[in-house]
């Protein structure tokens, strides 16, 4: 039976909505995809877990601060606390019950302070001399390489130590969770993939949007196919 894969969504003027690249990625690589709302009944978002094979946390608006415990600085833009709480409180029971989570973008991020890290609230304000992370070029298109570590789950997926990937954010991850390592940067240091220090289960978190990019870079679905992949073997 092909695995269930949870996708959490935006949510917005009373209003949620997903890109139709994440759910077309994750049919694509063999799964079935499961839209999740920002619930706010928690017992009911463990019932979810227990009946998806993976989690896959989707980009969108900048997490709270006071969840890597901040305070806003002048840089930080929207955020969404229904969303906040329900995406963080998933990713912990997901990696409690072992079950494969990947983030995208801002679900990279969420993975890094579910776990205990931090993120710049701003890139332009926090480190010298960074790139254009936020493209004006088309949303497939790869505007910058990154850099892969060659001891990683990342490498093995892509087989590759760089490539180029899009760009569309201005937080990046800081300090790095207890439990995560780091495994891919941009040219200017910032961090664009962690990963479980641990690969007994599939935990990945990537800061570009491979849902954007599979079609004009095959490659770029091999993410989505070892993370359904691992669910397939929940």
């Not at 990683?152 to 892509?158: E, G, H, N, P, T």
């Amino acid at each position: 039976m092909k695995p269930l894969i949870a996708i959490t969504c935006s949510f917005a003027d009373e209003r949620i909505f997903l890109n139709h690249g994440y759910y077309e990625a994750v049919e694509k690589a063999g799964g079935i995809p499961v839209i999740v709302p920002p619930l706010g009944d928690e017992e009911a978002l463990l019932k979810l877990l227990d009946r998806v094979d993976g989690l896959l946390l989707s980009g969108g608006p900048d997490v709270d601060p006071r969840y890597f415990n901040e305070d806003p600085m002048p840089g930080l833009g929207e955020i969404s606390p229904l969303r906040d709480k329900a995406e963080l409180f998933l990713c912990r029971e997901a990696v409690k019950r072992k079950k494969p989570v990947l983030g995208i973008c801002r679900g990279a991020q969420v993975i890094n302070i579910a776990l205990g890290g931090s993120v710049y609230q701003d890139i332009g304000s926090a480190i010298e001399r960074p790139l254009k992370h936020r493209q004006e070029a088309p949303r497939w298109y790869g505007s910058h390489d990154v850099r892969v570590i060659k001891d990683s789950v990342l490498y093995r997926i892509f087989e590759a130590n760089s490539f180029p990937v899009n760009s569309f954010h201005h937080q990046a991850i800081k300090d790095v969770g207890s439990s995560l390592k780091s495994v891919a940067f941009a040219p200017d240091g910032v961090v664009e993939a962690v990963e479980g220090i641990s690969e007994e289960v599939f935990l990945v978190g990537v800061q570009w949007h491979p849902e954007e990019m599979w079609e004009r870079y095959p490659e770029q679905l091999k993410l989505f196919k070892a993370f359904v992949d691992a669910a397939a073997r929940i």
